[in-house]
Antibody, heavy 120, light 108 residues
Framework: VQLLESGGGLVQPGGSLRLTCVAS????????MTWVRQAPGKGLDWVST????????YYADSVKGRFIISRDNSRNTLSLELNSLRVEDTATYYC??????????????WGQGTTVTVSS | SYHLTQAPSVSVSPGQTARITCSGD??????VYWYQQKSGQAPVLVIY???KRPSGIPERFSGSSSGTMATLTISGAQVEDEGDFFC???????????FGGGTKLTVL
């Protein structure tokens, strides 16, 4: 089971970025997926979760209206579109597999993360 | 918004029992998960659904929940158990998920 994130980088405040997570080693379409971020030296911060097939999604209040989570089950890919970025969005972003198709469950597999830096 | 509260740090000597707590109003209704994160690494699941241990996690790790508090217990803590521990759960509505602030475990 493996999750590989990409797409991080340096972006100016107000800019946009798209993160991608490619999954392998499990039946991607049958599991909910989650993005979690961690600012430098800080704790874990839940960002967004999406269900397995229907695509029901949930967002943290801090990113609601700015970030969009999506998935392509034909390509085993999870995405996170980051818009209207703020300095406080600077963090390592982790993709994580939920233990179930049910979004209420926690995560059991994590990627290694991709770093987003928002700075002018 | 929903919050899970953890003590910032716990320190024990090798072989002692370490207890890390996580409190939240929805804990009686929602499962709690525990993650260990070592410096520079991605988090690792050590306890799921309050008290279940994933394969590969040492038996000295256990979890419990009572009322509004969940507890991660490391019986006979070892130096290699050092790291940051985070609890994770959902609010009563199921619309928000949250991590506790994290507890830094020192074993020395």
């Amino acid at each position: 089971v493996q999750l590989l994130e990409s797409g991080g980088g340096l972006v100016q405040p107000g800019g946009s970025l798209r993160l991608t997570c490619v999954a392998s080693g499990f039946s991607f379409r049958h599991y909910a997926m989650t993005w979690v971020r961690q600012a430098p030296g800080k704790g874990l911060d839940w960002v967004s979760t999406i269900s397995d097939r229907v695509g029901i999604s949930y967002y943290a209040d801090s990113v609601k209206g700015r970030f969009i989570i999506s998935r392509d089950n034909s390509r085993n890919t999870l995405s996170l579109e980051l818009n209207s970025l703020r300095v406080e969005d600077t963090a390592t972003y982790y993709c994580a597999k939920v233990r179930s198709q049910d979004t209420d469950y926690g995560m059991d597999v994590w990627g290694q993360g991709t770093t987003v830096t928002v700075s002018s | 918004s929903y919050h899970l509260t953890q003590a910032p740090s716990v320190s024990v000597s090798p072989g002692q029992t370490a207890r890390i707590t996580c409190s939240g109003d929805a804990v009686p209704k929602k499962h709690v998960y525990w993650y260990q994160q070592k410096s520079g690494q991605a988090p690792v699941l050590v306890i799921y659904e309050d008290s279940k241990r994933p394969s590969g996690i040492p038996e000295r790790f256990s979890g419990s929940s009572s009322g509004t508090m969940a507890t991660l217990t490391i019986s006979g803590a070892q130096v290699e158990d050092e790291g940051d521990f985070f609890c994770y759960s959902a609010d009563r509505s199921g619309n928000q998920r949250v991590f506790g602030g994290g507890t830094k475990l020192t074993v020395l």
